[in-house]
């Protein structure tokens, strides 16, 4: 009886001991940690929850799947509400442990891409933020990738000139630029400016202030005394949708107002309601569920119930978007992986994979988002990658690709680019690095 009892005692220790063993393990088990400064609150709540669910939902759907290679990703949310702020707050709670930030907006980039630069974090600013930081050289630690705003808005005058009859027909165009008037609406003024220099059109800036909700006074301005054959949308959040009322009301016609990607999602034409058929703005990733890592997100993560965000939304347009970028961020680790090993990565690791990016059309369809997202290539000069712009077009339903991928006048943007990250270096006092 007492052998019995001293070979029961001898096996619960063992079971202790391997499941203490067992779980210093798990809690000691090394991930890649990434901190998400995310707004699911406020009047922006739409783009903040929707992007950063669709990249929190791609990072569960790899860990499900072993990691990256071998390499999970961990992480932790922070609200800002769209604040600046709170914004420096949140990245100044989680910088230990991150390596790379994603600001989810330009206020909160421009506050944080000098504290970021000492701490030799790499922000991303994807689809927003200085355009100028595209310029590697000046901006070593900030990206742009895929494309910038000043791209953007190239793509749109081409766009307008190809529905016009040719870049020809731009002269004497009238377009009118309704911005909401924060650091975001204000970033493409100076290329509007431009532009309109070049190719002889007639840009007039139409500044609402924050959250322009009332933008009454605006569109009779526009409507009734500039007349303008096109209007460019550069809201953000829920007034996005008031120029769709407006022009509906005043009888602007909607297939002329081009909006920028911060107001082209399905919440900004649904409130509208019949007011939104017929208006385009531009994209830079495709939409809906019919892409094979989507069908592996909706299949894996949400059959086992693990999802960020409602259902409904997967396939939109901000959650694609947050795939989108989770899948530049993973071929930034991936990247540094072949050069550092598989390891968790130091902040300059990344940085490296992120400056060396090379997302092929071959890459892309292994990933399963061939349509999803164009190629992309990074360097030391050029931080952007040179994505292309997409357009679409609400049919009362859904977004429908209108034409084919649009190149950004990548020479033109470039030039404006370096010489305002020139005019930065010599403000602040930095050495621009040499590229091979």
């Known amino acids: 009886m007492g052998r019995k009892l001293i070979f029961t005692f001898m096996a619960l220790v063992f079971v202790v001991s391997l499941a203490m063993f067992s779980g210093q393990a798990l809690a000691e088990e090394k991930t890649q940690f990434f901190g998400i400064l995310i707004y699911r609150t406020g009047p922006y709540a739409p783009g903040g929850s929707g992007f950063g669910s669709g990249w929190e939902d791609f990072m569960t759907l790899r860990n499900m799947q072993g990691g990256v290679n071998g390499i999970k990703y961990s992480w932790e949310e922070c609200e800002t509400a769209y604040n600046t702020a709170r914004g420096v707050e949140c990245y100044e709670r989680l910088k230990d442990k991150m390596i790379y930030v994603q600001p989810f907006s330009t206020g909160i980039t421009y506050a944080l891409i000098p504290r970021a630069g000492k701490d030799g974090m790499t922000v991303h600013s994807m689809g927003y933020g200085r355009a100028d930081a595209s310029d590697g050289r000046v901006f070593p630690h900030v990206f742009t990738t895929p494309t910038n705003y000043w791209s953007q808005n190239s793509a749109k005058i081409r766009f307008i000139a190809d529905r016009m009859g040719g870049m020809d027909k731009l002269k004497g165009l009238k377009i009118a630029n309704l911005f909401i008037d924060v650091p975001y609406g204000q970033e493409t003024k100076p290329l509007l400016d431009a532009m309109s ?27 009734r005394r500039f007349k303008p054959d096109w209007v460019i949308n550069r809201n953000w959040g829920v007034s996005c949708t008031v120029p769709l009322k407006e022009a509906a009301r005043l009888g602007f016609p909607r297939d002329r107002i081009l909006g920028v990607w911060w107001c082209g999602s399905e919440e900004d034409v649904l409130p509208a309601g019949p007011a939104g058929k017929g208006y385009i703005t531009a994209n830079f990733h495709g939409v809906g569920r019919d892409f094979p890592i989507i069908q592996q997100i909706v299949d894996k993560v949400y059959g086992a119930m693990k999802g960020n965000i409602s259902f409904t939304r997967v396939g939109t347009v901000y959650y694609n978007r947050g795939v989108f970028g989770g899948i530049i961020v993973e071929e930034a680790m991936r990247t540094a992986h072949k050069k550092f090993g598989v390891k968790v990565l130091t902040r300059e690791e990344f940085m490296w994979g992120f400056e060396n990016l090379n997302i092929t059309e071959e890459r892309i369809k292994e990933i399963g988002a061939e349509g999803l997202c164009p190629p992309v290539k990074n360097s030391c000069l050029d931080h952007e990658g040179g994505g292309p712009v997409r357009f679409q077009q609400w049919d009362g339903e859904k977004w429908v690709a209108v034409g084919t991928w649009v190149s950004p006048m990548r020479e033109f943007v470039r030039d404006r680019v370096e010489a305002s990250a020139a005019n930065y270096a010599k403000e602040k006092g930095i050495t621009p690095r040499k590229c091979d």
């Open 197 to 223: 220099k070049k190719y002889g059109f007639i840009v007039r800036h139409f500044p609402v202030a924050p959250p322009a909700i009332d933008q009454k006074a605006q569109w009779m301005d526009i409507v």
